[in-house]
């Protein structure tokens, strides 16, 4: 096979098709290297997890693109030419141009492409066609099969709701009668017009997990209980599109009810339509009104935080012989488990004047060191990243004893998956908020006093004018990014400003 063309190094893509296993990807593995044997070609091999059609969420496939680019191998081997890519017509694009002006072979078990060969590279644009014709009639007929499964009574739309569990004898959801016992708690407080976030104290002082194996949430509680496969109806095509800011497609929109493909008595019930109305009825009286400090009617919206428990504070005004005050309001924010932060109030004025000082030290203290950088917050952003990986490192360490539980046989293999998912996505969260962290802290580096002395300068003249409070208030947040209050029992409030 290696006759005519001079290939010593290559790399081994291995990427999962729809409905294949591991032992798939095993095999593919296995004819790709005893190729290399044969021929002695020297490998590096780059597995791919995800399994999407575009190359945006192939992490693998962007890091072999990247070597090939840079001219690491003579050859790229793979299964067959649609591993590399049937997505969008750009995607495929960009493949072709990389191979072709890295002079670099894509090899398969029956051909050798060569992309600077004119017929190659009409071989490689039919089958490039070919294959994006073939994954949109894939996914057409998945689509078409998963409402044909609904209407015949099996469950097509992934994980169950609470408290049912995927039965796989008779491919549909049956109800868990130990999550239901809990459900029928939930669905009773609600209907005796209990808050959600009541019926999250309860659950969570219980030591009841959620659905996710986590605390409770007044989001999860309110969705459960609007959840209409509860009444033994199955709903899909409910939404077309896609939320995703990355992918080419329609943008996500919900579709009119009478487009929706709903197939009643389903599986087993476990409220009734009579207490579903009622439900709706005690939500609807609860719709919650937009406070007026989000749309920035307080001069101090969205910047003032509890130190105490980290919520943002709460704003309110009083009438009193000076006119109408604004005062902030005592925390009464609670944690998963009912208990109140309480954080005391304070009038605003007491915030307006610590900020007119810290602003006036933070002015002169730039003037003297037009230079300086923020090295104090750069260092505190780099102690709370080494705290967060140290978490991550504790997370991991979580894990592998999950692992070895599982093993010996402490957890049962719904047990560990619950608890490994639990701390798969902590770790994934850890992981973003470092990530996060990581870009503040290349502002802080690239900022320059300049540009701050120029900012503090703007919000001075608007702080002394006589604006609305929505002008201040954008102000405000171009040169502070948080406000940290706390007031202790005596009274004495401690006021910790953040500068951007």
């Given at each position: 096979m290696n006759e005519g063309f001079d290939i010593k190094y290559v790399a081994l893509y291995l990427r999962k098709s729809r409905g294949e296993g591991e032992q798939d990807l095993e095999n593919h593995r296995y004819m790709l290297v005893n190729m290399c044997k044969e021929n002695n070609w020297r490998y590096l091999e780059y597995k791919e997890i995800a399994s999407s059609?575009?190359?945006?969420?192939?992490?693998?496939?962007?890091?072999?693109?990247?070597?090939?680019?840079?001219?690491?191998?003579?050859?790229?081997?793979?299964?067959?030419?649609?591993?590399?890519?049937r997505g969008e017509i750009e995607d495929q694009g960009l493949i072709k141009r990389v191979f072709k002006d890295?002079?670099?072979?894509?090899?398969?078990?029956?051909?050798?492409?060569?992309?600077?060969?004119?017929?190659?590279?009409?071989?490689?644009?039919?089958?490039?066609?070919?294959?994006?014709?073939?994954?949109?009639?894939?996914?057409?007929?998945?689509?078409r099969g998963k409402k044909i499964?609904?209407?015949?009574?099996?469950?097509?739309?992934?994980?169950?709701?609470?408290?049912?569990?995927?039965?796989?004898?008779?491919?549909?959801?049956?109800?868990?009668e130990e999550k239901n016992k809990i459900y029928q708690e939930m669905k009773n407080m609600i209907l005796n017009e209990h808050p959600c976030?009541?019926?999250?104290?309860?659950?969570?002082?219980?030591?009841?997990?959620?659905?996710?194996?986590?605390?409770?949430?007044?989001?999860?509680?309110?969705?459960?209980?609007?959840?209409?496969?509860?009444?033994?109806?199955?709903?899909?095509?409910?939404?077309?599109?896609?939320?995703?800011?990355?992918?080419?497609?329609?943008?996500?929109?919900?579709?009119?009810?009478?487009e929706w493909d709903i197939v009643e008595n389903s599986h087993e019930a476990v409220k009734t339509q009579e207490e579903h109305e009622q439900i709706l009825t005690i939500f609807s009286k609860r719709k919650i009104v937009p406070h007026r400090s989000r749309s920035g009617t307080y001069i101090l919206s969205g910047i003032v935080?509890?130190?105490?428990?980290?919520?943002?504070?709460?704003?309110?005004?009083?009438?009193?012989?000076?006119?109408?005050?604004?005062?902030?309001?005592?925390?009464?924010?609670?944690?998963?488990?009912?208990?109140?932060?309480?954080?005391?109030g304070i009038i605003a004025n007491a915030i307006y004047d610590a900020i007119n000082i810290e602003v006036q030290a933070y002015e002169s203290q730039?003037?003297?060191h037009e230079e300086y950088e923020n090295q104090e917050e750069i260092k505190r952003i780099q102690d709370v990243i080494s705290f967060k990986q140290s978490q991550i490192n504790k997370l991991n360490n979580a894990l592998a004893r999950i692992k070895e539980l599982y093993e010996i046989g402490d957890y049962t293999r719904e047990e560990y998956q619950d608890r490994k998912k639990v701390r798969e996505r902590e770790i994934t969260s850890t992981q973003n908020e470092i990530e996060e962290l990581k870009a503040?802290?290349?502002?802080?580096?690239?900022?320059?006093?300049?540009?701050?002395?120029?900012?503090?300068?703007?919000f001075k003249q608007i702080w002394s004018a006589e604006v609305e409070n929505k002008v201040k208030n954008q102000a405000l947040k171009k040169i502070i990014s948080r406000i940290n209050y706390e007031r202790d029992e005596n009274g004495n409030a401690k006021i910790d400003i953040v500068f951007n």
């Open positions: 059609e575009t190359i945006e969420y192939r992490p693998e496939f962007k890091k072999l693109l990247k070597d090939v680019q840079e001219g690491l191998f003579d050859a790229v081997l793979v299964v067959d030419y649609q591993r590399l890519g890295s002079r670099t072979y894509i090899v398969t078990p029956e051909k050798i492409y060569n992309l600077v060969d004119d017929t190659d590279d009409l071989l490689v644009d039919v089958s490039g066609l070919l294959a994006r014709q073939e994954f949109k009639s894939i996914k057409r007929n998945l689509q499964g609904a209407k015949l009574g099996r469950w097509t739309n992934g994980t169950p709701p609470f408290p049912y569990r995927y039965e796989a004898s008779i491919k549909n959801i049956v109800v868990d976030y009541e019926v999250c104290w309860y659950l969570n002082n219980r030591g009841v997990k959620s659905p996710r194996g986590g605390i409770w949430h007044e989001n999860t509680v309110r969705r459960i209980m609007l959840d209409e496969t509860h009444l033994g109806k199955k709903i899909t095509n409910k939404t077309e599109g896609s939320a995703h800011k990355n992918k080419k497609t329609k943008p996500l929109r919900q579709l009119p009810r009478e935080y509890c130190s105490k428990c980290g919520k943002s504070m709460q704003f309110t005004n009083k009438e009193t012989k000076n006119g109408n005050v604004a005062y902030i309001r005592k925390c009464q924010k609670s944690d998963p488990y009912g208990n109140r932060c309480e954080n005391r730039l003037l003297k503040k802290q290349n502002v802080q580096e690239r900022v320059n006093n300049k540009e701050r002395i120029i900012k503090i300068k703007e």
